[in-house]
């Protein structure tokens, strides 16, 4: 049986500040380098829709009981596979995929029962870990880059 925990409250209040922060960008400001990032904000704000189908498969492999084997090399290469797909990627599209990714994610995280949150399971390099943890990367996540997005655009 579902439960409601502070972690989905969490996820939906900060997802939802994002997509309102992605929705009044311009075309100008998606074009924006984020210094830190090594990509444009609207490549930023396409990473965290990626990102969040990333975690919801952590989350799904974690429940049946299967590592998440991924190393920090991978993760990197990926991203920078990512970052040149998505360059020229219109903005309403990744604005779209940002909330189609984030209900998803969303809904997965509000159902899953304290149970479920205790499963622990090898994540890569980052050793054992619960699915609590994995499901706090969907927060941890997108406010890390949410600050380099304001920080680029001064705002």
């Known amino acids: 049986m ?3 925990h502070d972690l989905a409250a969490e996820y939906q209040a900060t997802i939802a500040e994002v997509i309102a922060f992605a ?10 380098p984020c210094p830190n990032e090594e990509r444009t904000v609207g490549v930023v704000f396409d990473h ?3 990102g969040n189908g990333d975690v919801v498969g952590w989350i799904e492999s ?3 009981g299967q590592p998440v084997r991924i190393t920090p090399e991978v993760l990197h290469a990926t991203n920078a596979d990512h970052a040149s797909k998505a360059a020229g990627r219109p903005r309403a599209e990744t604005i779209a995929d940002l909330k189609l990714s984030s209900a998803r994610t969303a809904e997965l995280i509000g159902g899953l029962s ?6 622990t399971q090898e994540f890569g390099w980052a ?3 619960d699915v609590a943890w994995v499901a ?3 927060v941890r996540h ?3 880059h949410f600050q380099s997005i304001r920080d680029a655009l001064g705002r």
């Not at 304290?114 to 499963?119: A, F």
């Open 2 to 4: 579902p439960v409601d």
């Open 23 to 32: 929705e009044s960008c311009t075309d100008q400001d998606w074009q924006t």
């Open 48 to 50: 965290l829709a990626v």
């Open 62 to 64: 974690f429940l049946a």
């Open 114 to 119: 304290e149970d479920q949150l205790r499963i």
């Open 127 to 129: 050793g054992s870990r």
């Open 136 to 138: 706090g990367a969907a």
């Open 142 to 144: 997108p406010r890390m």
